[in-house]
């Protein structure tokens, strides 16, 4: 079920104009129709009966116009008359969508789940403040919290700023950094009625805006795996769908190294995004399937995997949408064997976990 929440003013009056206020939603059907403008527009009219967001003034044929007017949506004649498909000015609105979506839970959250970060004299500056040390750079100093010490140290009426009064901001040191990032598309990640598909997609769109804006040097390729594995460029995130696949892990790490090997950055590491454990491989030209339990043969060639990535200073970051006691076994020992990490995190907490853990792997002492 998708919520929605509407800002008001003091007034009491909407903040936002008609058109804006539907656009946010509209982005937001988009993604969970996989790019659907028809149906997404259908669940928008629903909305808009329920909440009475147009008026008389400017209604829904308003709202499509404008979406045509501004560059949102083209024509597609394949779909009929009233057919559209989302431009990619659209595409980039939805990531740039998703981005403040987690950017929003970062702020947010208070669970305190992340690794310690380590600092010292970097590039990206940080809120935490430290005293002034031989060495860090004076064009960083707190302001605010080197009066505050001046003025405990030595009062008003003989103000002074020493050397021992002087706070910096932390830095971080940035390294550039190749990563592949894995979407787990096999069926269970709609089973049981729970849209774990969505929730992934939302990150990898979140993520590849981060990089595009903030960390231009890095890469980010991104793969899905069912029964095989291929690559997918950004451009076609919106549109990702669920497969009746089984999960083949193999297939997919065997690309992300393959990926990874073309790259010149040193710094290299996959993310996992998924929902179970891995059900199938491939023995030739054949496939090789057990959903039961955790096949021996299967489990086997995926900790081989994972110990080659340890080898080559690959890291595997898995997150994993579940709980099961016997997925959560097999992930430890995953993780063991490749030395990376993991987390269980729910759907609601996944864009947070993989976008701070991204933020830390970017982070290291000087």
């Known amino acids: 079920m998708i919520g929605f929440q509407f800002e008001y003013n003091n007034a009491g009056k909407p903040s936002k ?15 969970h129709t996989s790019g659907d403008v028809s149906e997404s527009l259908s669940w928008l009219n629903e909305i808009d009966k329920q909440y009475k967001i147009t008026n008389e003034e400017y209604g829904m044929a308003d709202f499509i116009q404008e979406l045509i007017d501004k560059g949102y949506i083209e024509s597609n004649t394949k779909r009929g008359p009233l057919g559209f498909n989302p431009t990619s000015k659209m595409e980039t609105q939805l990531r740039r969508h998703a981005l403040d979506d987690i950017f929003d839970q970062v702020k947010r959250s208070k669970s305190g789940q992340h690794n310690t970060k380590i600092t010292g004299q970097g590039d990206e500056s940080t809120s935490e403040i430290k005293p002034y040390e031989f060495g860090d750079k004076l064009d960083n100093i707190a302001m605010t919290e080197t009066i ?12 002074s700023i020493s050397q021992d009064d002087i706070a910096v901001y932390e830095k971080y040191e940035q390294s550039q950094t190749s990563t592949v990032l894995m979407i787990d598309i096999s069926h269970s990640m709609i089973l049981y009625g729970e849209d774990r598909i969505t929730p992934a997609k939302k990150v990898a769109m979140a993520l590849s805006e981060l990089i595009i804006t903030k960390y231009p040097k890095d890469t980010l390729d991104i793969i899905v795996f069912g029964d095989d594995a291929w690559s997918i460029e ?65 489990f086997t060639r995926t900790m081989s995997l994972a110990v080659k990535c340890k080898k080559l200073n690959i890291p595997i970051t898995t997150f ?47």
């Open 17 to 31: 104009s008609i058109f804006d206020r539907l656009l946010d939603i509209f982005k937001e059907l988009l993604i």
């Open 320 to 366: 994993m949408i579940a709980r099961d006691p016997y997925l959560v076994q097999f992930v430890d020992k995953f993780t063991a064997a490749n030395g990376g990490k993991a987390f269980y995190s729910s759907l609601q907490g996944l864009g947070e976990f993989i976008f701070m853990d991204y933020k830390d792997s970017k982070r290291k002492r000087k």
């Open 234 to 298: 950004i451009k076609d995130l919106p549109y990702l769908q669920v497969g009746p696949y089984h999960t083949n892990t193999v297939a997919g790490v065997e690309l992300a190294l393959d990926i990874l090997k073309r790259r010149k950055n040193p710094n290299k590491q996959i993310m996992m995004i998924t929902d179970g454990k891995p059900t199938c491989i491939k023995k030739g030209k054949k496939y090789y399937k057990n959903s039961m339990g955790l096949d021996r043969t299967i």
């Open 148 to 159: 505050k010490n001046a003025h405990i140290n030595h009062g008003i009426e003989q103000f």
